[in-house]
């Protein structure tokens, strides 16, 4: 079968999906293929945390509503080193808080908004391949239901993550990787018990880093770090309870509730970033071109910075016949990007136990959690990095002329 569209977007992440509903509020054909099912794209959990600029681009697109119900408002949070915590009021530095929203909540909304509006989006698409890139005439072939399929575009959006066909889709020659690879990884633990403090905890621990999180006043998210051998078998539930016990403070072991995990995995950590983000009319964004380590809760809304500033240059081209937020799409999305991946970077050595650390490197991390303890300035530049430099935020309906 053969379609067109003006947009043919990859992957039903948070950043396709997001892109598809901006899109469509701007009156802008596009059609969402994706590899996985429904159930699958919906059961992956991940991000727990959305700064102001990912609500408000939700709120633009209409699918705010439960998140204005459900989510909780965060105005600051804590950070313990050795069990001794202090904290970081946000919205006392900045005026702004963050939102703890689970990922797999956004992903459901956006998806319940596309099938209310019946929009093209393709699940199990599979043998996604990109064609002319380079040329006037783009169009992506896949297969589905035993058939194969071609949709002829104006433009590609990449939206397909890590390990995506979108990134791998740019000549080798022309794209450059910078990437840090740390030597551990988090196990995470979800859990239906209450939180053990309202706000969420950032542990620097002798033993290693520990992050006690949440999704909702009954629902507890928590993380500790492990070296890249552990096996999650070696990890039954008590033995993850008795290790945040001790990472995360007395008062957090007082207040914390055990039960049983609903899930528990281990995913490693990583800084990546490949420039440019853009190849023809090919256009990366989130995971695709670039990843950080979970601990500055930057993914899903570098995601979804990517996502405004494309829907923005994708409606200028589209609707007002501008080139040229396109054509400075990638230099201005890298440039917010690298911002993220220097603070996730920063937060994650300051707060994890590296295996080669010595009694100097130890000192240094409790030297500086010390300073920013003290120091009204120090706080600042974490809160105003935490809850999000500014994003871009497209205009999706033409504001009438005055009569
Ligand atoms: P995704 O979510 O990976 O979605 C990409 C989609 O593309 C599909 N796909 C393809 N489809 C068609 N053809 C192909 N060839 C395809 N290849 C792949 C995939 O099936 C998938 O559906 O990328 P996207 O949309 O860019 O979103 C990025 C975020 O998911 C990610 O950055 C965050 O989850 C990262 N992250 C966090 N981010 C935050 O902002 N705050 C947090 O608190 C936070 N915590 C986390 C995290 C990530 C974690 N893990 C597991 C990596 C905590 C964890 C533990
Ligand atoms: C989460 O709740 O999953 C979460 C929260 C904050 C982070 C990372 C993950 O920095």
Redesign the pocket.
Same mark, same amino acid.
């Given at each position: 079968m053969r379609q067109r569209t003006q947009v043919a977007i990859?992957? *039903?992440?948070?950043?396709?999906?997001l892109l598809s509903q901006l899109l469509h509020c701007a009156g802008i054909d596009c059609i969402v293929?994706?590899?996985?099912d429904r159930a699958? /794209?919906e059961s992956?959990?991940? !991000? =727990? @945390? &959305?700064?102001q600029g990912?609500v408000d681009l939700l709120e633009q697109c209409g699918v705010a509503a439960r998140l204005q119900r459900e989510g909780l408002v965060h105005d600051g949070f804590r950070v313990a080193l050795d069990g001794e915590t202090f904290r970081v009021d946000m919205r006392q530095l900045t005026g702004k808080a963050v939102t703890i929203y689970g990922?797999t909540e956004v992903t459901h909304d956006l998806i319940e908004a596309h099938v209310a509006r019946g929009a093209p989006l393709v699940f199990e698409?599979?043998d /996604?391949a990109l064609h002319g890139l380079d040329g006037e005439a783009p169009y992506v072939t896949?297969r589905h239901g035993g058939e194969e399929h071609r949709i002829d575009c104006d433009h590609v959006a990449g939206? #397909? =993550?890590?390990?995506? @066909?979108?990134r791998a889709s740019i000549p080798e020659a022309l794209r450059t990787h910078f990437e840090r690879v740390y030597p551990f990884g988090?196990l995470?633990i979800l859990a239906d018990v209450p939180p053990c403090d309202h706000e969420l905890i950032y542990s620097n621990h002798e033993r290693g880093f520990a992050l006690a999180?949440m999704r909702s006043a009954t629902r507890s998210r928590y993380?500790v770090q492990v070296s890249l051998d552990e096996k999650l078998e070696d990890w039954p539930d008590e033995r993850i309870w008795d290790e945040l016990a001790i990472r995360l403070g007395d008062e957090a072991a007082r207040n914390m509730v055990r039960g049983p995990s609903i899930e528990k995995?281990i *995913?490693p950590l990583r800084s990546f970033v490949s420039e440019p983000m853009r190849y023809g009319r090919l256009f990366l964004? =989130? #995971?695709?071109a670039h990843? @950080?380590p979970?601990t500055g *809760?930057?993914?899903?809304? &570098? !995601?979804a910075s990517d996502v405004g500033l494309l829907a923005a240059a994708l409606i200028a081209k589209h609707r007002d016949g501008q080139a040229e937020p396109l054509e400075t799409y990638s230099a201005r999305a890298l440039s917010r990007v690298w911002k993220a991946e220097r603070f996730s970077w920063w937060f994650t050595s300051l707060t994890h136990r590296f295996p080669d650390m010595d009694g100097f490197a130890r000192r240094m991390q409790i030297a500086e959690l010390d300073y920013i303890r003290s120091s009204q300035a120090a706080r600042t530049v974490m809160a105003e990095n935490y809850v999000g430099l500014p994003m871009e935020m497209p205009v999706l309906h033409k504001t009438p002329l005055a009569a």
């Open positions: 990859i992957g *039903a992440g948070p950043a396709g999906l293929l994706e590899r996985r699958y /794209v992956r959990i991940r !991000a =727990g @945390v &959305l700064e990912t990922q698409a599979t /996604v896949y939206c #397909d =993550g890590f390990h995506g @066909v979108s988090w995470g999180s993380y995995s *995913a964004a =989130g #995971d695709a990843i @950080v979970p *809760a930057k993914g899903l809304n &570098l !995601a």
